[in-house]
Nanobody
Framework: QVQLVESGGGLVQAGGSLRLSCAAS????????MGWFRQAPGKDRDFVAA????????YYGDSVKGRFTISRDNAKNTVFLQMNSLKPEDTAVYFC????????????????WGQGTQVTVSS
């Protein structure tokens, strides 16, 4: 029902910024909670940020709080992740997810995933 496509990843230096976008198909985008997760090689997929569909409440993983900002534009069926003050440990494939279930900070509750976009932060 929902197809997600991430974009905006790339190679940046530590301290730099990137803005990821996740474009969702369908007219029911606004009814889904949206989240960003990331996965480094050989590691689990970790929670980064999420935003609810109803009141736009936001949640952040401890490692990115204060540096990353999640937002959504329901009219454009797009969720964003503004990443500032990037660190080498932020290097990972970033995945956009959509879910109607809770808790939205837990990846296994997500129903749809994009293919991911690579973010590499050099030191």
């Amino acid at each position: 029902q929902v197809q997600l496509v991430e974009s905006g990843g790339g190679l940046v230096q530590a301290g730099g910024s990137l803005r990821l976008s996740c474009a969702a198909s369908g007219r029911t985008f606004s009814s889904y909670h949206m989240g960003w997760f990331r996965q480094a090689p050989g590691k689990d997929r970790d929670f980064v940020a999420a935003i609810s569909w109803s009141v736009g409440a936001t949640y952040y993983g401890d490692s990115v709080k204060g540096r990353f900002t999640i937002s959504r534009d329901n009219a454009k069926n797009t969720v964003f992740l503004q990443m500032n003050s990037l660190k080498p440990e932020d290097t990972a494939v970033y995945f956009c997810g959509a879910t109607k279930r809770i808790p939205i900070v837990v990846g296994r509750f997500y129903d749809y995933w994009g293919q991911g976009t690579q973010v590499t932060v050099s030191s």
